[in-house]
């Protein structure tokens, strides 16, 4: 079973305080801490556990500048067999289609029986490449996916839905699964196990390799743009409780007795 | 004239708020553009839901087949592009949920129609709309806009849009006859599993106190959960917590977990994505204990405490301890 596995290196925002650029478009990356986009770490691990079940390969792809080769080697410590990065100038400001239409053309010369995608990636939260991908390949699909049984050319998946509530589909192979995270427990990479894999190849093509002018990827091939990001206000509506932690503590017992939280 | 289309969703027999919303948000845009609200519904034995539908919408677009009993997204996008070729709305309204994030990406892309998508803000601009979605799990707002003339299509952020009740329109009905087949369908629907039900049932307590991923490790819950006890009431999460095993499925509070209405919720450690906040937004009051002052939980809160959780919690449970003592 041959399997590629999209992926994403995203910056680290929960816990960071998130500073817009002078562009007016981005936030300021500099101070921040990057790493493997959540869901696909998941996505990574699936099919490193398929392979180990079922033999073949897995190879990872990544749109993204030289950093991206970081979270690219974490999948190959992780067990991944070859890695490749789709990167060129033009293909900054790519929207989620545009984004999908690049890894659809380095997909086509490869071989594969099914295609992993996160659910959604944690900076731009489209929820969309996955899904877009299946259709330009001309492949069935599933999305939110959170398990996974291959039977010969079909796969059996659970979709997770709201409330809990699953709903299961066959889907023929080859397909696009975009993962949700609990699927399965990410492992855990050494620094070691990135050591092992610092010098293997990361082959990287760019827009002619792939037979893409620059007019259709990046900002001038999208239909979406992105006019200008701004921080939403936060806590309008809350009281904010100040002081010592003492006091804080204090106004929260007072509080919690007087909404019925203290019986 | 031209026409504003909400897919409507439904699930075993009964339509999703997503859909009211939608209908709400489009009614206030044809109002403002000048145009016409249609509402499709696919399905099989779906009139009761049609009944409820007419009065939403100028126009009902009823495809009734037994291939649609259930939602698969092949024949939602063969049904839909249909439609869509046929009558060329000028925009297409998607709900941004485990479905709609199933066949929209795939049918604006089959379609070559602009999709944007997880909106929560979309506002008429000349021949287009300008569009508010988020970034960064909702730390960053971000103003979009469509490159290309319309058609357009837009998936919906569930709760972002009230659903109002305004004067019924006509509702005509527009039976649509479907040319799907149910030979050579790549994606076959098998059937639904229920969510496993757990021994603490979250959606019934009056006091639940809520752990995110700032928990950091398992090993630190008990310290919360003696909080939990303190104030007689349960314990609850968000998803990284139930990911990462800590925790049971059952204890997971919003869209793919639990909705709650307690009459106090306290988030500790929750940065307050939208599919945790959906979960929650109901609670009598919220209190937000996070370290980072720009976390979106504030936004639900009705009081936020800027604090390591770890140096904070403890002092409460100390002062809940030392003033219950002293009270009895
Ligand atoms: C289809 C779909 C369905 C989903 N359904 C759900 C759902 O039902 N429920 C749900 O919760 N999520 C759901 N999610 C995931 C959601 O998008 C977020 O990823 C998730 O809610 C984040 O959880 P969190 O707030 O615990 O973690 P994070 O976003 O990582 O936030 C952790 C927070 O802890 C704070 N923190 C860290 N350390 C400390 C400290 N020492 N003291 C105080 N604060 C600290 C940080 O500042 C940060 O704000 C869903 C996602 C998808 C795509
Ligand atoms: N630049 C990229 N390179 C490789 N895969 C990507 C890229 N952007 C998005 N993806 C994949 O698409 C998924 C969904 O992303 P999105 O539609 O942007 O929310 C991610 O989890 C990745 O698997």
Partial sequence: MNIIVCIKRVPETADADVIIDKSGKDIEKGGLAFDLNEWDSYAIEEAILLKEKLGGTVTVLSMGGEESNESLRKCLAMGADEAIRLTDPAFEGSDGYVTARILSEVIRKLPYDLILTGTQAEDDGYGQVGVALAEILGIPHASVVNRIEVQDNKVKVHRELEGGLEEVFEIDLPAVLTIQTGINEPRYVSIMGIRKVAKKEIKAYGASDLNLSPQEVGVSGSDIRLEKIFLPPVGEGAEMLEGKPEEIATKVFEILKDKGGLV | MKEIMVVAEHRRGELRDVTWEMLSKGRDLVERIGAELSVAILGKGVSPMVDLLKPKAHRVLLVEDDLLENYNSETYEKVLTQIITDRKPYLTLIGHTATGMDFAPALAAHLKIPLATDCIGIEPEGESFLLTRQLYGGKVNAQVSFQKKGPFMITVRSGAFPAIEKDPLPGEILPILSSISGEG?????????????????????????????????????PMVKELADLLGGALSCSRPVVDKKWLPKDRQVGTSGKTVKPKVYIAIGISGAFQHVAGMKGAGTVIAINKDPKAPIFSVAKYGIVADLFKIVPLIKDKIKELKKTKS
Wanted: no cysteine; proline share 0%; hydrophobic share 50%.
């Fill in chain 2, 185 to 221: 369908l790549a994606k076959r629907f098998l059937q639904y599993v229920e969510a496993a039900v757990g021994e603490v049932d979250i959606t019934q307590a009056d006091i639940l106190v809520s752990i995110g991923r700032g928990i950091k490790d398992a090993e630190n819950i």
